[in-house]
């Protein structure tokens, strides 16, 4: 399975659950499920609050697909095969030549800092 239809199947569960929500909301305000299920006094169907309990649900629904996408692309984009200089150590991305410092900064939040392993160490060493 390739990652695009990998996404695109995590994307449409996330989508097929928020709509099983917005049916099961609208299910519970016209056929009243407290008073069916546990005999609770009866309520009257209320558009307004089902309208804004939609719009809520939307809402929520479009920052977790957004979210979830943007994860998906940035764990994709961290996964590629890079082709690599065995020489000055940069790879080839999107025909051009950069450090795995300058890729890794823009496409992800990892920081670096310089320090010389214990061989390079005692290379510079007298």
Known sequence: MTRGSFAGRIVMLEMLGFAAILVFLWVDE?????????????TPIN???SLMENVIVLVLAVA????????IRTVSSLEMLFTICPQCKRIHVDDEWIS??????????????????????????P
């Open 100 to 125: 795995i410092e300058d890729y890794m900064t823009v496409h992800s939040r990892a920081m670096f800092a310089r320090q010389l392993c214990p061989r390079c160490s005692q290379k510079r060493s």
């Open 47 to 49: 558009l307004a609050e």
């Open 64 to 71: 977790v697909v957004m979210t979830t996408h943007r994860l």
């Open 30 to 42: 016209i056929l009243d499920m407290p008073h069916l299920i546990f005999g609770a006094p009866a």
